[in-house]
């Protein structure tokens, strides 16, 4: 796939965080940002009413998904 060059700026903390995640999963720090885009943009495209759906069944079921991610 065609890649595009982009140039941002975000704050220190985030771009240190985001060079020790890249590290620990073993990865570029481009794959780790590409990953991050997509996965922003598809979660953006979803209908409101459906993220408000989600939103409400995730807050019902807080307390078994804390005790899933255990």
Not at 22 to 33: D, H, K, P, R, Y
């Amino acid at each position: 796939m065609a890649t595009v060059k982009v140039s941002s700026q975000v704050e220190e903390r985030t771009w240190e965080d985001l060079k020790a995640l890249a590290a620990e999963s073993q990865q570029s720090i481009s794959g780790v940002l590409t990953e991050a885009i997509d996965e922003y943009v598809q979660r953006r495209r979803v209908r409101p009413k459906v993220r408000s759906a989600l939103a409400k069944s995730v807050d019902a079921n807080r307390k078994l998904g804390d005790l899933l991610a255990k």
